[in-house]
T-cell receptor, first 118, second 111 residues
Framework: EAEVAQSPRYKITEKSQAVAFWCDPISGHATLYWYRQILGQGPELLVQFQDESVVDDSQLPKDRFSAERLKGVDSTLKIQPAELGDSAMYLC????????????????FGPGTRLTVL | SQKIEQNSEALNIQEGKTATLTCNYTNYSPAYLQWYRQDPGRGPVFLLLIRENEKEKRKERLKVTFDTTLKQSLFHITASQPADSATYLC??????????FGTGTQLKVEL
């Protein structure tokens, strides 16, 4: 069964350093999401892509966070500089294109990247 | 502002019993509601989706109800097993397939 891939699984960094996370969605999925999940809370959407275009980045702290999906396939989320409060699980999810047969409103999550900022 | 409430305290039940989890929301009119399961250190896994015009959905031992008047969804696991122990998240869906998640309820099924 196809899965969303993420790397690295774990990342430890010092504050003020730059970090990057990578996500490869399920093949053919048009929509890609990046979420942040703080321990004990639910995932919070950071950015949503439809193919290579950003459709929602209203909750992305744009002074330090950036995301791209240049060819509409895999995606990178970057934090520069990292702050202590950025320690969290960063989850990537994807969903199929509408009208393609599979429900477009079901999201498939990757295993996440656990970030610790010291 | 929009608010989604799930039981913050863990739910402990005995094996074989029915587990019932609650999701309440305010200031929101979702087009659909989803339930996800999340194991420690893993990403959420989709379980069930119910739309605003549906009252109940079933899948094997799982049942979801959706009351848009009460602004509440109930999630039931019948004949619960220790393997059902996990955190269960409800998520409200709106335009553009955007999901807003609750904080989740931890379920522990004991032998």
């Amino acid at each position: 069964e196809a899965e969303v891939a993420q790397s690295p699984r774990y990342k430890i960094t010092e504050k003020s350093q730059a970090v990057a996370f990578w996500c490869d969605p399920i093949s053919g999925h048009a929509t890609l999401y990046w979420y942040r999940q703080i321990l004990g809370q639910g995932p919070e959407l950071l950015v949503q892509f439809q193919d290579e275009s950003v459709v929602d980045d209203s909750q992305l702290p744009k002074d330090r966070f950036s995301a791209e999906r240049l060819k509409g396939v895999d995606s990178t989320l970057k934090i520069q500089p990292a702050e202590l409060g950025d320690s969290a699980m960063y989850l990537c999810a994807s969903s199929p294109r509408a009208g393609g047969g599979a429900p477009a409103d079901t999201q498939y999550f990757g295993p996440g990247t656990r970030l610790t900022v010291l | 502002s929009q608010k989604i409430e799930q039981n913050s305290e863990a739910l402990n039940i005995q094996e074989g019993k029915t587990a019932t989890l609650t999701c309440n929301y305010t200031n929101y009119s979702p087009a659909y509601l989803q339930w996800y399961r999340q194991d420690p250190g893993r990403g959420p896994v989709f379980l069930l989706l119910i739309r605003e015009n549906e009252k109940e959905k079933r899948k094997e031992r799982l049942k979801v109800t959706f009351d848009t008047t009460l602004k509440q969804s109930l999630f039931h696991i019948t004949a619960s097993q220790p393997a059902d122990s996990a955190t269960y998240l409800c998520a409200l869906g709106g335009g553009g397939n955007k999901l807003t998640f609750g904080t989740g309820t931890q379920l522990k099924v004991e032998l």
